[in-house]
């Protein structure tokens, strides 16, 4: 796939059928995360990996717990109540894979760093035909300190894209996107 192909059609997958992500390919999307750019080349990237859909299920209603006793201090999270309080709803919209981005505090731009890392694998899973959603709803509770120590994540390191991967399954909603503002030309 050509890449401006992939960077212009990759959309968020929400749905997703069983079929299992290989080791393999879950090698080569983290391959391609760290081909990004990092400032001085620190490279301050870390990654997680869960392939257990019972535990992702768990950690989406942890998840949902923790943000609905927050959601009066969070203004922006109030429009999620009424998901967050579906039973049904799942944060990881039952795929069965979840890639976890965590940035070392080393460099001198981690998160940023972390984030390009991110869109690397997005776009090479897209490339690969797989789908991926960055799910921010699943970032508070991964950072807390038991969750870290549960998963044997150093505590100095914080989340920042827990990204879900699998096969997508229907229609991909599409979106349009605004042209750039472009505030100076000089
Ligand atoms: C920081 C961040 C957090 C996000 N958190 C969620 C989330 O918790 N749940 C979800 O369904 N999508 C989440 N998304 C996906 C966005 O909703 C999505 O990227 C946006 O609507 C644009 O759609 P597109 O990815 O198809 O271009 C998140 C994206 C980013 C970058």
Not at 15 to 34: H, W
Not at 64 to 77: A, E, F, G, R
Not at 128 to 145: E, M, N, V
Not at 150 to 171: D, S
């Amino acid at each position: 796939m050509d890449l401006l192909q992939a960077i212009n059609n990759r959309r968020s997958v929400r749905n997703y059928s069983d079929q299992p992500v290989s080791q393999e390919m879950i090698k080569a999307l983290l391959q391609a995360a760290v081909q990004a750019p990092s400032a001085s080349n620190s490279q301050p990237w870390a990654f997680g990996v869960i392939q257990d859909s019972v535990l992702l299920k768990q950690y989406s209603d942890r998840a949902k717990k923790y943000l609905l006793s927050i959601i009066d201090q969070q203004p922006p999270l109030a429009k999620y109540r009424e998901m967050l309080t579906n039973d049904k709803f799942n944060i990881f919209y039952n795929a069965n894979t979840l890639l976890v981005i965590y940035a070392k505090p080393e460099g001198l731009h981690p998160q940023g760093d972390c984030c390009l890392a991110a869109q690397n694998l997005m776009l090479a899973a897209h490339a690969q035909g797989l789908g991926t959603c960055w799910i921010g709803f699943a970032r508070t509770l991964l950072d807390l300190p038991e969750l870290k120590k549960e998963l044997g994540v150093p505590a100095e390191y914080t989340v920042e894209a827990p990204i879900i991967v699998g096969y997508p399954q229907g229609r991909i909603p599409q979106l349009s996107k605004d042209d750039p503002e472009v505030i100076f030309r000089r």
